[in-house]
């Protein structure tokens, strides 16, 4: 089974300049999700989409930040304008479906991309 | 509110000895708990879950975590460590599955695991 595939792996550009970045979900799963991972913290969930709709965005800095995922399959992530402190991995991830009933679902991490902003 | 303590930021151990590496958590309802493994330009890893039952969870690469439900722990072990098993470690908990937070993963800030040989 193919993993969550994400790219590019690295990018760098100066701050005030637009990136984006991609993302393909395990095949079949519904749920997905973009987080941002900080060096030396844990991965923060920035935006949920179940299907192709948002589900939770609470914690999306919607000033500069957007995401979509228009076929309920892919998605991207996009930053405009970047800011130094969006220094970061963002990471992909997804699962089979957002609620069972019993949480058991799983969510399974891409590679990430590691952005630099300069 | 949902939360993960690591008290560790580094654990360090000699290869073949036993390995803990602790997470305490906070959370509203019933703790849905995991434990992930991070290599280095790597993503995430799924290791194990807590959702019911067994206090003792045993989970890939021969791991296991134990839920202590009155100390709020789920503390990572492997009876004998290897070299291999060098990377960053994050426990995670699940959100409820209502209101806006609808069963997110919240997580610690990690714990870097050393095996030396």
């Known amino acids: 089974e193919a993993g969550v595939a994400q790219s590019p792996r690295y990018k760098i550009i100066e701050k005030r300049q637009s990136v984006a970045f991609w993302c393909n979900p395990i095949?079949?799963?519904?749920?997905l999700y973009w987080y941002q991972q900080i060096l030396g913290q844990g991965p923060k969930l920035l935006i949920q989409?179940?299907?192709?709709?948002?589900?939770?965005d609470s914690q999306l800095p919607k000033d500069r930040f957007s995401a979509e995922r228009l076929k309920g399959v892919d998605s991207t992530l996009k930053i405009q304008p970047a800011k130094l402190e969006d220094s970061a991995v963002y990471l992909c991830?997804?699962?089979?479906?957002?609620?069972?009933?019993?949480?058991?679902?799983?969510?399974?991490f891409g590679a990430g991309t590691r952005l630099s902003v300069l | 509110a949902q939360s993960v303590a690591q008290p560790e930021d580094q654990v360090n151990v000699a290869e073949g000895n036993p390995l803990t590496v602790k997470c305490t958590y906070s959370?509203?309802?019933?703790?849905?708990l995991f434990w992930y493994v991070q290599y280095p330009n790597r993503g995430l890893q799924f290791l194990l879950k807590?959702?019911?039952?067994?206090?003792l969870v045993k989970g890939s690469y021969g791991f296991e975590a134990e839920f202590n439900k009155s100390q709020t722990s789920f503390h990572l072990k492997k009876p004998s460590a290897l070299v291999s098993d060098s990377a960053l470690y994050f426990c995670?908990?699940?959100?409820?599955?209502?209101?806006?937070?609808?069963?997110?993963?919240?997580f610690g800030r990690g714990t870097q695991l050393t095996v030396w040989p």
């Open positions: 989409f179940q299907n192709n709709g948002v589900v939770d």
């Open positions: 991830a997804s699962s089979l479906r957002r609620l069972d009933g019993s949480a058991k679902n799983i969510q399974y």
């Open positions: 095949s079949g799963h519904a749920t």
């Open positions: 807590y959702i019911t039952g067994d206090n």
């Open positions: 995670a908990v699940r959100g409820p599955d209502r209101g806006s937070t609808l069963g997110r993963l919240y």
């Open positions: 959370v509203s309802g019933n703790p849905y």
